[in-house]
């Protein structure tokens, strides 16, 4: 037979979203503190990068959404999901940026995407922004 458990228990939510646990982060060790203001600050700047990463990619050689997704969590250790990618080749796409072609793999039908004239213009204007100052920053974050 189950005892009937007091009311007082607090329920665990390491998850919920409330001013409470946003300064329970002291509670964690500072190995994690850091983990997570790392994680926090290169999601945002992955993200940012994500359209020229996508066609920096796909000039490499074509890929699908799943493909795409994998490879930019290798390179970069963060992981976007398909609720990013797939409106972002859907936008590239729509601009006539990348290309998309239905194929067969392994019996499923898979949208494998390459870059188009377009795209291939529009990447090498980032890399135009790229030889300005800018690049001097970026060589100094890599030291």
């Known amino acids: 037979m189950r ?32 983990r997570l203001i790392e994680k926090n600050f290169a999601k945002p700047i992955i993200v940012g990068f994500s359209k020229a990463l996508v066609l920096w990619l796909l000039r490499i050689t074509p890929r699908s959404g799943y493909e795409l997704m994998s490879e930019i969590q290798r390179l970069t250790g963060v992981a976007l999901g398909p609720g990013l990618i797939y409106p972002l080749l859907h936008m590239l796409e729509k601009g006539d940026y990348v290309s998309g072609k239905w194929i ?37 974050l890599l030291k």
Do not use: C, W
């Not at 009311?7 to 982060?25: C, G």
């Not at 213009?121 to 920053?137: G, H, Q, S, T």
């Open 3 to 34: 005892s009937n458990v007091s009311s007082n228990r607090q329920t665990h939510r390491p998850y919920a979203h409330s001013k409470e646990n946003i300064y329970q982060l002291s509670d964690y060790s500072s190995i994690g503190q850091e």
């Open 104 to 140: 067969v793999k392994a019996g499923r039908k898979v949208k494998r995407y390459s870059i188009t004239r377009k795209g291939e213009a529009l990447l090498n204007k980032v890399r135009d922004i790229f030889r300005f100052p800018i690049k001097e920053m970026f060589l100094d």
